[in-house]
């Protein structure tokens, strides 16, 4: 099967679970459904910015030459929604008889493999769709142990005429190269901004949700692409009466932009008991982690000129690397608080 990598952007999937078949969702009350749910595409067509992917699967489906497929990228950017439009286009309204979802990260081994996914391939349909296939999708795919991916392989190749499998992941790297070299790979990128802001007015419009200019910018900058996280944020904030900068950061828990301004001038001008002292205090008050105010001040000074050489730039991401890294395998909030501000303060010193 050739082997074809392709860039696409998409809307975002449903919420993803365990199971051994889909269970294709009632709409007749989607005023109760999660924003995710209830603006999720279903057909192909719906799916932004895709037009050129979508008349390859389109071909694919039409042509009846439909192969094994993965899927990879970074969350909320349609992974799952593409596959289950396909899945509606090739078998029609009782596509849940003829498809089976899991999910990786629940179950990743063997025991998997071969009861659930190898019966359900060695069955052939009593009823004909058009298509004499059915369809396997596994979500995060990258979950599974090297064992399992390893049986999976055979099993792919032991059923081609029975089942069609699609990968679904977010690190490809995780993925055996085994699995990937019988598979088209379809690369998902980020949203591009335009896309989503667009969406976002729309469904404002649709939900009678008022949400201002710096609150859509704000929305964009926090979800970097991923638009389920939009839709999520987006409901989550719909009860206030305007939705602004203020509010969605304050709804996010993530510090506000004037905040890390404080904190960037605190680093820079204040003795290193004062900003110790402040930055402290500033954590306590909003409940803010300090991986939180690492990432921030790294996007700080993508956005502002900062005193600071590249040499002295390179110095100071190293230190916050492995203040980042000390953070993740339980190292003490106070002291790589310190070490945060003592690494700025050198920095400066290298710099002048």
Known sequence: MSDKEVDIEGMPSKNKGKGKAI????????EHLPWVEKYRPHTLSDLISLEYITSTLNKFINEGQFPH???YGPPGTGKTSTILACAKKLFGKDWNASVMELNASDERGIDMVREDIKGFASTRKLFSTGNEFKLVILDEADGLTNVAQNALRRIVEDYAKNVRFCFICNNVQRLNPALQSRCTRFRFRPLKQDKIRSRIE???MAENVNITEDGIQALLKLCAGDMRRVLNILQSCSSRDVIDETVIYNCTGYPHPKDIESIMNSLANDEFSTSYSKIKIFMENLS??????ITEVVNYF??????????TMAYFFKK???IEHNLNTGGNDTIQLAALIGAYKNALKKSK
């Open 23 to 30: 269970v294709d969702r009632p709409t007749k009350h989607k």
């Open 302 to 311: 993508k956005i502002y000129d900062y005193p600071l050489s590249n040499e």
């Open 202 to 204: 729309e469904i404002a």
């Open 320 to 322: 916050l690397r492995s």
């Open 69 to 71: 497929l993965l899927f």
């Open 288 to 293: 803010i982690s300090l991986n939180d105010i």
